[in-house]
């Protein structure tokens, strides 16, 4: 049982969970409709409940939900609606700071400032889902507001529900991005090529990287050191891989286990077998 303590509009009401006496904003189509403040109600089994006493970047929830309008909140939860769709259970408590986001990016459309976000391409391979997913906010927008949301703002997006999907913080998301852009400018200033990032290579290469990430975050290590074979067969590709890891605990700051050196030199050796062959 809960009891109002706030509508916010018709689909968006901020009650109190009379078990736990805890704040909870309630989404749910007409959920607020006819209701008054103080009424006790029974949550529909289709409504979203999300707790307001969780803090992010940005503030805590409670915060968030005094300094963003509650249709940025049913946004962000239509688009979780259809995450798990295709991804199964998430991290909804994403919601807070995936509505704050996306007020900005609607607030930035109509004053005509034009974000650019350099990772977009990276974000699209790397997490292609994921972008999928996001893009469900470009038909949203266009209906209810008629403003187009472009692709830069759609893989910020897209970071949210990776970040939601694999439980992590956001800019975990964003600096697997960062890392599979520095690896590849890396490589590609080395060799002096283009790396094809429609090639089966570079899908490896960007998996790699992307994983190595979620190994630093979590202290994982792999087992087995191949180092020492693969800077005897590939010096170059070691090498290479060597500039990278040290570039990358500067950049992302970061600690970067010797071990991984190895695995990504064999990357790096595919992509440059590659470039040749072409």
């Known amino acids: 049982m ?33 209701k008054k403040v103080s009424e006790r109600f029974e949550a529909a089994k289709d409504c979203s409940i999300y ?24 946004y962000a939860n239509t688009i979780l609606d259809e995450a798990e769709k295709k991804f199964g259970k998430l991290d909804r408590s994403i919601l807070f700071p995936m509505a704050d986001h996306i007020a900005f990016a609607v607030q930035r459309i109509q004053n005509g400032e034009q974000i650019y ?74 060799k002096k090529c283009r790396i094809d990032v429609m090639s089966l290579s570079y899908n490896r290469l960007m998996n790699h990287v992307k994983y190595m990430v979620a190994r630093i975050v979590k202290d994982e290590e792999l087992k087995l050191n191949i180092n020492d074979y693969m800077e005897f067969k590939f010096p170059e590709s070691f090498t290479i891989a060597t500039t990278i890891c040290d570039e990358l605990s500067i950049a992302l700051k970061m600690d970067i286990k010797e071990v991984e050196i190895g695995y990504l030199a064999m990357h790096i050796e595919r992509i440059i077998l590659n470039e040749e062959l072409e």
Do not use: W
């Open 2 to 34: 809960y009891r109002i303590s706030k509508i916010l509009n018709h689909n968006s009401v901020i009650a109190i969970d009379m078990n736990d006496n805890r704040e909870y904003i309630l989404l749910g189509k007409g959920i607020g409709f006819g």
């Open 117 to 190: 976000n350099p990772l977009t391409e990276d974000i699209k391979a790397l997490f292609h889902c994921e972008f999928k997913v996001a893009l469900v906010l470009r038909d949203i927008l266009k209906s209810e507001k008629n403003i187009y949301i472009d692709d830069d703002e759609i893989g910020y997006v897209s970071l949210h529900i990776h970040a939601a999907k694999e439980d992590i913080h956001t800019s975990i998301s964003m600096k697997m991005a960062e890392a599979v852009r520095r690896c590849v400018s890396i490589i590609e200033n080395e």
């Open 51 to 74: 707790s307001l006493q969780e803090k992010s970047e940005r503030g805590t929830n409670r915060e968030l939900v005094k300094n963003v309008a509650p249709e940025y909140f049913e």
